[in-house]
């Protein structure tokens, strides 16, 4: 199994989450080993994808450097990990990603378009090889060792439309689109005024998230997933976990997950050498794990 990148560039324009306004987003092909780079046009600046350029976390992963920051990155990265994408140029020419209908879905429609190959340099992965958590109170994100690659997550909210709810994602490229992909970020009405009134999330809106007031969903259309909440927290994470710099074989599990913790996990997964080891899809004792990624 070799490394792989898109056949042709692709882009698109969708609104900024915070700012409201027009970002205009393209998807390049790069070479072998080069990862996943992220590129500001308006200030030429690239941002390769690190744990290390993370600089914040409270609302969304946002990456830095030299004070350039790009904003919401998870969801496309979402879908590039889902299509086990190894090298991509990402060109943005403003401090957002688009956020478009609040999913990966336009992503993964994108990515379509610009057709995934194979280069001529074997895929690496990571295989988790100890438990690794992260635990703030009771809330947690785990990696631990398998022989596939497994998501499962459980959110607890004080609220009648969500509750409590968990959902285990058995990974490939097939169960990510058919559920999760379409699942939306969502938010509470309070908390959308809130922000709105600090200049952010302006942008933010029924067509690109789910907005619930103390009782009910506000949009007319409903649920895309009776359990949409926790599935859109999958997508998240799996974006997150992009920040590795390959796809992994193991299991993710969390309690109450964030991008804080997840981004804390990646910090402690790659501070240890203990914790995993990288192996390169080729030969027959590899088909197993070439699985979840063909």
Do not use: W
């Not at 299991?251 to 995993?276: F, I, Q, R, V």
Request: proline letters at 4%; one cysteine or more; charged letters at 25%.
């Amino acid at each position: 199994m070799y490394q792989t990148t898109i056949k042709k560039s692709v882009e698109l324009v969708g609104i900024g989450l915070h700012k409201g306004s027009p970002v205009k987003l393209r998807l390049e092909p790069l070479e072998s080993n080069s990862g996943i780079v992220f590129y500001r046009s308006d200030v030429d600046v690239s941002i390769p994808l690190t744990p290390a350029n993370v600089v914040d976390t409270k609302m969304a992963t946002v990456i830095g450097k030299d004070g350039h920051l790009i904003s919401t990155i998870e969801h496309l990265l979402s879908a590039v990990y889902a299509y086990g994408i190894d090298n991509l140029r990402v060109i943005v020419d403003g401090d957002e990603v688009p956020v478009m209908d609040g999913s990966s879905a336009s992503y993964c429609i994108l990515l379509d378009e610009a057709e995934v190959i194979q280069q001529d340099v074997p895929k690496k992965i990571m295989r988790i090889k100890k438990d690794v958590i992260i635990q703030e109170g009771d809330k947690y994100v785990k990696l631990s060792p398998s022989d596939d690659l497994q998501y499962d997550f459980t959110i607890k909210f004080p609220h009648p439309a969500i509750k409590t709810q968990d959902y285990v994602l058995k990974f490939t490229k097939e169960t990510y689109k058919k559920e999760i992909s379409r699942a939306r970020t969502f938010g509470f009405l309070h908390e959308v005024q809130y922000l709105h009134s600090k200049g952010l999330a302006l942008g933010g809106s029924l067509e690109n998230a789910i907005v619930l007031d103390d009782k009910k969903i506000l949009n007319p259309e409903g649920l895309r997933y009776k359990d949409e909440f926790v599935r859109h927290k999958i997508l998240d994470a799996i974006g997150d976990m992009c920040l590795i710099g390959m796809n992994f074989i193991g299991n993710y599990e969390a309690m109450a997950g964030s991008h804080d913790l997840n981004h804390k996990l990646t910090l402690a997964l790659l501070g240890d050498p203990e914790n995993y080891e990288v192996v390169e899809l080729v030969g027959e004792k590899t088909k197993e794990l070439e699985k979840a990624y063909a």
